[in-house]
């Protein structure tokens, strides 16, 4: 991107910045710029919420809170170039808050948001693939890039459970719900065999054209449940709410770790600052001595 370009250039030569803080830079936002690609969004263009949800992949993601406040601080020098060369006329990492100051996870969704977006009806094409993909992101608590990479031979569908590859190719076993594992079925009976045609292919969730699904049309199909449900959402939220929700219930957390895909028990522990913020709110609410 030429803007990028140019702003690493000014970073260098107007600023005088070193070679490190460069390469910083340039490392960081292109990372920054592969996430948006995804989204279909560039550099110009994202809003607060692409940074948030960004950042809320790298927390999920087991970084540290230096690493993520380096990436911050980059995005930030780049807006403020951007605001100089009137590029843009609001900076949307201006309220973002630095990870020291963060209290906890982006807020997990209320049953209720969870049901009206699950029984949410489409009039398209691809509704059954897409709500199957839905179900299963909150059913199962799974990472997109596990949900588009499912193969037919992953799914059990009698047996409830399914097997994904998560980071590092490292294989778990994940438990499915009899409304998933029922979406499943009827995605893999009454659409499926008109998307894969005569090409034939491995995966369970295909595009229209028989390809297999990709990031960007599964962000896309999230927007519109969650616009049609009246739902503010992210895959990532989704997949904070199965964990929030499985803590709420009296889950483990060893098995909330696995379930996740968790290579670090510490990552899934902040989940349980969520439920007791939540449990805290509950009592507060509706205990007669707390009012």
Not at 260 to 275: E, F, N, P, R
Not at 277 to 287: C, N, Q, T, V
Request: glycine fraction near 6%; aromatic fraction near 8%.
């Amino acid at each position: 991107m030429a803007t990028l370009k140019a702003f690493l250039s000014y970073a260098a030569v107007e600023k005088g910045l070193s070679r490190n803080t460069i390469m910083s830079y340039a490392s960081d936002l292109h990372a920054f710029e592969a996430f948006l690609d995804e989204r279909e969004i560039t550099l110009l263009t994202f809003q607060r919420q692409d940074i948030a949800d960004y950042v809320g992949l790298l927390r999920e993601r087991g970084s540290a809170a230096s690493s993520v406040a380096r990436y911050i601080s980059s995005v930030r020098a780049f807006c403020k170039y951007l605001l100089i060369e009137k590029l843009i006329a609001d900076d949307p990492t201006e309220a973002l808050r630095m990870p020291k100051q963060w209290e906890r996870l982006p807020k997990a969704l209320d049953l209720p948001d969870i049901k009206r977006l699950l029984s949410t009806e489409l009039p398209t094409r691809m509704f059954l693939r897409d709500s199957a993909m839905l179900e299963l992101l909150y059913s199962s608590g799974l990472r997109v890039s596990e949900i588009i990479t499912i193969r037919i031979q992953d799914l059990n569908v009698e047996g409830g459970f399914l097997r994904v590859f998560g980071k590092g190719a490292k294989e778990r076993v994940v438990p499915m719900n009899h409304r998933a594992a029922g979406k499943m079925k009827r995605y893999q009976l009454e659409l499926r065999p008109s998307l894969v045609r005569h090409k034939g292919s491995p995966y369970l969730f295909l595009s229209n054209r028989g390809e297999p699904m990709t990031r960007q049309r599964f962000w896309q199909a999230l927007k519109e449940f969650g616009r049609a449900a009246g739902v503010e959402i992210s895959p990532h939220v989704l997949r904070h709410s199965f964990a929030t929700h499985l803590l709420d219930g009296g889950a483990d957390l060893r098995s909330v770790q696995k379930m996740l895909g968790h290579a670090d028990i510490a990552t899934t522990q902040i989940y349980t600052k969520v439920s007791s913020d939540r449990i805290k709110k509950a009592y507060l609410a509706h205990h007669p001595r707390a009012k």
